[in-house]
């Protein structure tokens, strides 16, 4: 899969429209070539943050997988569930690339005029852009105090 990296700043407009920066697009359509048909995002509330998780197909389907693997019924797979997917909404991608964020996922991450796509890897956040410059200080702040580190995969994926 290709990698959704770097920050991208858009706006949204009066109907909650917004575009999905390019790159974050073109990687999302790459990995989702022998997924499905769907062309677009999915997208639900952080666990942790005042933002949106987004994600692709490939991704979403990694999710559910991990759910399987939980003990059928059980309140920790009942409660990943209804957080993951039964909270996640399916945004379809307009001609111009666009999707268009649901008003509970608006109001929950206070956007507004504008929002910062931040890529995360394999997934990404939206956020609105000043709440996500003082997140980006304190997380550099905490793993600078720490002395964070990352002990890097070899190529073929092993520690």
């Not at 429209?17 to 390019?22: A, G, H, I, L, Y």
């Not at 389907?61 to 039964?86: G, Y």
């Amino acid at each position: 899969m290709a990698a959704l990296i770097g920050r991208h700043i858009n706006k949204i407009d009066k109907k909650g429209r917004v575009s999905v920066p390019k790159p974050f697009r073109d990687a999302l359509a790459v990995s989702a070539q022998t997924q499905s048909e769907f062309s677009g995002i999915y997208v639900y509330r952080s666990f942790k943050y005042p933002a949106i998780e987004g994600c692709g197909e490939v991704f979403i389907q990694r999710v559910i997988n991990s759910l399987d693997d939980l003990e059928l019924f059980s309140d920790e797979q009942d409660d990943l569930a209804t957080t993951l997917l039964e909270n996640s909404h399916q945004l379809a991608y307009d001609p111009e690339g666009r999707v268009q964020f649901p008003e509970e996922l608006i109001d929950y991450a206070g956007l507004s005029a504008e929002v910062v796509f931040v890529g995360r890897g394999t997934r990404f956040q939206i956020w609105q852009p000043e709440a996500y410059e003082t997140h980006n200080a304190e997380a550099f702040e905490r793993a600078r105090s720490r002395g964070a580190t990352l002990r890097l995969r070899s190529e073929g994926g092993e520690p």
